[in-house]
């Protein structure tokens, strides 16, 4: 994902890495070891949602605040894959089998 400010959140492998727009990483989250495969990972309004699949095939969707706090961690194993989506305090999960959606609120909203 790349915001407008220049910051690039990436999954990789076994960590969720920010970097700014000058190459300082800003966050490096450990995350489960994924494998190669579907992944996707969506920010906005100060927070993140990961999706993807872990080594033993079983996948994974993670919230996150940007500084790193995690919000919510779910697995997922009666889907082979997840794709996020995450606007408007919603987080939309597609599976191979179903939809999964989660509003996400902030205190004082």
Do not use: Q, W
Request: with cysteine; proline share 5%.
């Amino acid at each position: 994902h790349l915001d407008d400010d220049g910051f690039c959140t990436v999954l990789d492998g076994n960590r969720v890495i920010r970097v700014s727009s000058s190459g300082r990483i800003k966050l490096n989250l450990a995350i489960p070891a994924t494998r190669p495969g579907h992944s996707s990972i969506r920010c906005g309004g100060g927070v993140c949602a990961a999706s993807f699949v872990m080594e033993n095939g079983t996948p994974m969707a993670l919230i996150f605040r940007e500084d790193g706090a995690v919000l919510f961690s779910k697995r997922f194993p009666s889907e082979s894959f997840l794709d996020a989506s995450l606007d408007g305090g919603l987080l939309l999960l597609r599976g191979s089998d179903h939809l999964f959606c989660y509003g996400i609120r902030r205190p004082g909203d």
